[in-house]
Every structure is written in structure tokens, then in C-alpha cells.
């Protein structure tokens, strides 16, 4: 699965969750610059896993995975970890 589609899925969860009207730089603070709390985050990452899964690719962000992301960027290098280490079919947690 290429970057550019993993980072497209989570711009576009940010913008439906968050109601957005431009996608957010992947420098923007989730809490600070987009007013996003956990429980926005846990929301947005489990609409991209979701999209994943379409895409038979199942990933899950654990409890660390997810206190570690501040920003746009860091949740897409967490996802861009947990969708490389995907076993084909199978759970990357």
C-alpha cells in the first residue's frame, strides 16, 4: 500500500471527525492546531483502520502507539509502521 494512499484515508477521516473544511499539514498539532481530543484520535485512527480492512489489510494501534501521536504526522508514521509489518490477511498490533 503506497503513502500517499494511508496518508489520503487518514486526511480524510481528520476532516470528516473533525469537520474540517481544507485537509491539515501533516506538521499540525492534533489538540493544539486542530482542537482534536483522544477520544477524536481513537475515532480517526479506527476510521482508518476500518478503511484498511476493505483493502484486506487489518492493522490495530495499541494504547503506546496511540499516547505517542501529537501531530497529523505522527499519526500517519504510526500507521505507515503498523500497515508495513501487516502480515498479508492478518493483525499487526
Known sequence: MEREEID???VMQLQE???L???PALDARLSEDLRADSLDLVEVI???ERALAVRDVTVRLDDDALRAITTVGDAADALRRAVRDA????VRR
Open 8 to 10: 489520503g484515508l487518514l
Open 21 to 23: 473544511d481544507t485537509p
Open 17 to 19: 471527525v473533525l469537520a
Open 87 to 90: 502480515p498479508k490477511g492478518g
Open 46 to 48: 479506527e476510521g482508518v
